[in-house]
């Protein structure tokens, strides 16, 4: 599978905001960074490809400490950060820390401030009501906890049959209350991941939007929807790619724009927003401090900087932005960087 | 709840086309029929509502044969005719038959020519192929069988806990191979009932229709696509009306018009359509001639023809446009019929 890649924005916008004073070339330290996809670059649905785990060890000393700073940036997500660090660790034969994992939903975390204690309900793949939890959201629901509130909100419910015993997650929550009109506001929803359910989420997402968060109720105020990405399709282990985050959106919108006078408001993250790789840059920086901290080498007096943040991706539209080198496998895109960078 | 009804269409529309010669009025039968919409007026969910099940005991003679001609006319559907007669008769407690309930897919039987013979999808709620095969089709899987042909066509498929798919069909399938490349080509979609996986069903769908019929490979030519209906909402369980095959055909359409560059080309049936009042009237003129040629008084020398078709329904988008009388319950509809037509 082709790809590309290249610095993703000019390089004067990946440079963090310090004074000249504050930089310090750390010439025994990487000066550059490299940020991974990992769906149809890294893996294909759980399995490595193009050489991935080789090519991650060539980022390691013999010691086993990092050598080149890297993370994986994904659009993709669904479980925490700390969860899919050890399965990729698992998979790919290296140790991956928590925050080396850069998920579609992890900036979800600067909306703490203002949604902690407010009720916000999470849909998508995998368990998007524990990832909010664990960034500190003190009361959030599942949407498929949220629905089950409401007989009959779903008119197709019957027919889809249950082929494994639910998890009573449900019982333990004390305001569950199995009655129309549940009066608790919604103050927010976020699509953590792909959704799972798409004509479910649609109808009680509109149910949700179109009445300032009571169902049943009428109202102009839409509570703000979030949107971990926005990717139109997306590699998995299909041949031809898949209907992703993006589409989903483009699906409810015009629903609900159909059926509600005032269009349907949301945000979106995720790449290719050029604040999703100065994130990422924040974060390769830290690894650099924290690696200098453990005694790999002189420390500098202020932060480090990089001079380039390489992106690998397989998507044009969402991972890079006008590419200038094309590579076959993760493998030689990782040599052709060191190459580069006299790294190796 | 309150809804409307009316003549549908100028009186004379809704005449069959016969020479005045043939035209003889049958004084002593029934010079009016009706049409009666399910959901929301005889039916919610289950329930009988309106005190329908008395409403249409005043349309038979003491002796239980029909007195006043009438049919139910619904969008919805997903199990042949023969079927829901039985369970309608059994919730309604008088004796329907199965050319009294025309369906939402219903007028596919007229298609039943030019695909006969042809591998064709069906989706749906409930047994959109059993539909299918019973009008005739030879060669018809469901979405759900034909889903299970290609391995991970679905990228979220390991995150239901529940499936549509009714299993035992499957294995007598002869043809299925589960493989990728599937290569028998689709040669059209109908989309019979409501469906119920959203997500999977615009995936695949898209798949098959940007395909030419065989997915994965590309193609400029579209299988046709046929919708039952394109009810936008409709009255079910829930106290406010759900999302219906309308807001599905919204969604998909949305989604398949972004990633393929020739819009979605689709025809859909179902009321509001004139052809379903005009076939509706069509149907009742034979249960007439049925009643007179089982004795039930003087036959005429050619068909009977309706002076008024009425149709009694609670969408005003889809059962009537502009509507004449408003009552509160169907008892209240037959009840006006019957004076203004001094059939008491």
Same mark, same amino acid.
């Given at each position: 599978m082709r790809f590309r890649f290249k610095?993703?924005?000019?390089l004067s916008l990946l440079r963090?905001? +310090?004074? $000249? %004073?504050?930089? /310090?070339? +750390? =010439?025994?330290?990487?000066s550059f960074g490299i940020a991974f996809d990992i769906d149809g670059v890294i893996l294909r649905g759980a399995n490595p490809i193009g050489n991935s785990q080789r090519a991650l060890r060539r980022l390691y000393n013999d010691s086993g400490s990092l050598k080149i700073p890297f993370l994986f940036l994904t659009n993709g997500g669904g479980i925490p950060e700390s969860r899919r660090a050890l399965e990729l660790s698992d998979i790919l034969g290296v140790k991956i820390l928590p925050s080396q994992v850069v998920q579609?939903? =992890?900036?979800?975390?600067? +909306?703490l401030k203002r949604y902690e204690n407010e009720f916000i309900v999470a849909t998508g793949k995998g368990e998007p009501d524990v990832v909010m939890s664990e960034y500190g959201f003190k009361r959030v629901v599942s949407l498929d906890e949220y629905a089950s509130?409401?007989?009959?909100?779903?008119?197709? $419910?019957?027919?889809? /049959?249950?082929?494994t015993r639910q998890e009573?997650?449900?019982?333990?929550?004390?305001?569950?209350?199995?009655?129309?009109?549940?009066?608790?506001?919604?103050?927010a929803v976020f699509?953590? %991941?792909?959704?799972?359910d798409w004509g479910r989420d649609i109808q009680v997402l509109c149910d949700i939007l179109t009445s300032g968060g009571i169902p049943g109720e009428k109202s102009w105020h839409q509570p703000p929807l979030y949107f971990a990405a926005d990717d139109l399709q997306y590699q998995a282990a299909f041949p031809s790619e898949r209907l992703g985050m993006g589409a989903f959106r483009i699906a409810l919108e015009s629903v609900f724009n159909r059926i509600h006078e005032k269009p349907l408001e949301l945000t979106c993250f995720g790449k290719p927003n050029p604040l999703v790789f100065r994130n990422a840059e924040t974060i390769l920086g830290h690894l650099l401090q924290s690696d200098v901290r453990r005694g790999n080498g002189d420390p500098g007096p202020g932060s480090p900087s990089f001079k380039t943040l390489y992106m690998i991706g397989d998507n044009p539209l969402v991972d890079i932005k006008g590419a200038q080198q094309v590579v076959d496998t993760v493998e030689d895109a990782v040599a052709f960087i060191l190459k580069r960078e006299d790294a190796s």
């Amino acid at each position: 599978m082709r790809f590309r890649f290249k610095q993703p924005v000019p390089l004067s916008l990946l440079r963090p905001p +310090l004074p $000249a %004073s504050a930089f /310090r070339s +750390l =010439s025994q330290h990487s000066s550059f960074g490299i940020a991974f996809d990992i769906d149809g670059v890294i893996l294909r649905g759980a399995n490595p490809i193009g050489n991935s785990q080789r090519a991650l060890r060539r980022l390691y000393n013999d010691s086993g400490s990092l050598k080149i700073p890297f993370l994986f940036l994904t659009n993709g997500g669904g479980i925490p950060e700390s969860r899919r660090a050890l399965e990729l660790s698992d998979i790919l034969g290296v140790k991956i820390l928590p925050s080396q994992v850069v998920q579609g939903h =992890s900036p979800f975390k600067t +909306l703490l401030k203002r949604y902690e204690n407010e009720f916000i309900v999470a849909t998508g793949k995998g368990e998007p009501d524990v990832v909010m939890s664990e960034y500190g959201f003190k009361r959030v629901v599942s949407l498929d906890e949220y629905a089950s509130y409401f007989s009959n909100i779903d008119p197709v $419910a019957q027919y889809k /049959r249950w082929t494994t015993r639910q998890e009573s997650k449900c019982s333990k929550n004390s305001d569950k209350i199995i009655h129309q009109g549940y009066s608790k506001k919604v103050k927010a929803v976020f699509v953590v %991941s792909d959704p799972v359910d798409w004509g479910r989420d649609i109808q009680v997402l509109c149910d949700i939007l179109t009445s300032g968060g009571i169902p049943g109720e009428k109202s102009w105020h839409q509570p703000p929807l979030y949107f971990a990405a926005d990717d139109l399709q997306y590699q998995a282990a299909f041949p031809s790619e898949r209907l992703g985050m993006g589409a989903f959106r483009i699906a409810l919108e015009s629903v609900f724009n159909r059926i509600h006078e005032k269009p349907l408001e949301l945000t979106c993250f995720g790449k290719p927003n050029p604040l999703v790789f100065r994130n990422a840059e924040t974060i390769l920086g830290h690894l650099l401090q924290s690696d200098v901290r453990r005694g790999n080498g002189d420390p500098g007096p202020g932060s480090p900087s990089f001079k380039t943040l390489y992106m690998i991706g397989d998507n044009p539209l969402v991972d890079i932005k006008g590419a200038q080198q094309v590579v076959d496998t993760v493998e030689d895109a990782v040599a052709f960087i060191l190459k580069r960078e006299d790294a190796s």
